[in-house]
């Protein structure tokens, strides 16, 4: 039979030497080791039980039953996870040699072998044949081989041979002579040395330490691993070298345990504010990750969320999200998703909601897309968790702001992020702007104020201009003049220095519960609200406040416009809402300074 399932003999020549058989897209760089296997000897035994550990593991493994995705080229697929992955394991069973699936798997595995730019790993496995079979095709494979000879040009079947005399020759693991036929002890000892070969949970040395090996064997000889019990040992010594030696202590035998953790900086941790109380938490600080905590684990609310975003680079096509996290130390992080890992997290995560986030990785934090702080984010993988908590953690704020005054933009840096709150004092109409890519798009441009007597013009662009910039003007008309929080709002130095929004930019209008905002109203429910003489910029709707019953600066005060009737609905369930004898004080106490003013000012409805 040929590979369509006819009967029919056919020669096929080389270029149709392609391999699969899955059910999954295989994107760049997604696998890490490939697992070939006939699959009526191995798939509901050795071949699952090792699939599986090693995904315990945290290896992203390929194996060539169900992973590739329906619509995608069976052949170019498979033989692109091979070329891709650090590792191929090919697990010999009897009936192995008979599948031409696994011939072609087999002889591009020792085509990345012997290509020195891919220096590719095989593991063979040889599971109930020996090396020799492999080596010289005898036994059950002597058949097999017959067989192609009469399905398939001479030189693909000279080919496979030769990849079997390659791979055959490597050292691996018989099953019968390792562990005397028990599977599940050879699975242990494979799942082990992917991971030293993989350094999959390595701490980060300096390579060609010199001396190093006189003080990893003297530690081994303490810890007396393969004991039972406990073994504690003290280093002394100065810091880098004990940090160092312990690192090289932990690479060597983490492997061999179900559960390792690497606390590092226990000293200068437990100085800090809770500092004991953070090592002892399950849960990692966010602001105390570092790529040397190779298994950590986060509990952190969502306060950002991107949207899916398609790329094409050289490796091909792909799509990313990211979304942003808060702990409840104060601590922030980035998280970024990629391709099959998008498709995985993408509606699971939403804004506000507290999750526990593990098995991530952390890489320097890439700034032109990251606004936060942190020299780090976390890389999202295929084998990382994401698990909503459903107890809401009241200890995690929904947001955090760092406001920064208004009169300090001017000598900002161009392109920095900072966070505002102020008085939107104009808002303008949105208008079509033709990006350079030719794509329309929308701009509205607002003004802010705050306590430091200045103004910002904000410019906000795309979908912010129909959603926050619409209710924006729409307050704005109705003579309500709204305190609006701005996070991550970019400086733009053109024609002056102003903000503008972009795709981390997050808008709050009236947000009672932030502290500065909170203070700005506390000030507008303090002092009667006028109107302005007719002169002012502000004379058609505004509202203009006593300069000497005000402790805000004078400049300020023009712009601390609302409408009482909104700011007390606002707060009619607060504990800053006035109670009816404070109103009508305030009301009798405008009456009296009224009569005392010139008349070129009213007291509002």
Known sequence: MDYKGNTKKQKRSSNADTAG???????????????????????????????????????????????????????????????????????????????????????????????????QKIFPIFYDVEPSDVRHQTGSYEEAFRQHKNDFDQEIVQGWKKAMRVVGQMKGWELEKETNGYEGELVKIVVSKVLLELKKYYMVVTDNLVGIYHHEEEMTKLLHVGFNG???????????????????????????????????DVGETSQQHN???????????????????VRWAIKARVTAKGDIH???????????????????????????????????????????????????????????????????????????????????DGSIPRQQFSFRPISEIENAENNSIL??????????????????????????????????GKSVELTLWGEFCNREGQQLQEMIDSGVFPVLAVKAGKINDFNGKSIESFSATQLFINPVLLPKSLQLQEDILAIPVT????????????????????????????????????????LKDSSLMPDDATIQNILEDYDDHEE???????LVD
């Open 419 to 452: 966070d505002i709150i102020g008085i939107v004092i104009s808002v303008n109409p949105s208008m079509p702007i033709m990006k350079k890519n030719g794509m329309e798009t929308q701009r509205r441009i607002l003004n802010l104020k705050d306590g430091s």
């Open 21 to 119: 058989s899955s059910s999954s897209t295989v994107s760049g760089g997604e696998y890490e080791v490939y697992l070939s296997f006939r699959g009526k000897d191995t798939r509901k035994s050795f071949a699952d039980y090792l699939y599986h550990d090693l995904a315990y593991a945290g290896i992203r493994t390929f194996r060539d039953d169900d992973e590739l995705r329906v619509g995608e080229e069976i052949g170019p697929a498979l033989l692109k996870a091979i070329k891709e992955s650090k590792i191929s394991i090919p697990i010999f069973s009897r009936d192995y040699a008979s599948s031409k699936w696994c011939l072609r798997e087999l002889a591009k595995m020792v085509e990345c072998h012997n290509d020195d730019t891919m220096k």
């Open 531 to 570: 109107t302005v003489a007719s002169k002012s910029a502000f004379s058609t709707s505004g509202r203009l406040l006593s300069p000497h019953r005000s402790r805000l600066h004078p400049r300020t005060l023009e712009a601390l416009m609302c409408a009482q009737s909104w700011l007390w609905s606002e």
């Open 275 to 293: 500092g004991l109380l953070n090592l002892q938490n399950p849960h990692n600080a966010i602001s105390a990750l570092n790529p040397d905590q």
């Open 230 to 264: 406990v073994r504690i040992v003290r280093i002394h010594g100065m810091w880098i070298v004990k940090t160092t030696i312990a690192k090289v202590i932990y690479n060597k035998f983490s492997v061999l345990f179900d559960c390792c953790y690497f606390l590092p």
């Open 310 to 392: 398609c790329y094409n680079n050289d490796r091909g096509d792909g799509k990313v999200f990211s979304f942003d996290l808060l702990d409840s130390n104060g601590g922030e992080i980035h998280v970024t998703c990629f391709n099959a890992v998008v498709d995985r997290f993408y509606d699971a995560i939403e804004v506000g909601k507290v999750y526990l986030i593990s098995k991530g990785s952390l890489k320097p934090a890439q700034k032109n897309f990251n606004h936060l702080k942190n020299e780090w984010e976390i890389l999202l993988k295929a084998t990382s968790t994401v698990e909503l908590c459903l107890d809401e």
């Open 596 to 602: 005392e003013e010139s008349g070129a000012m009213e």
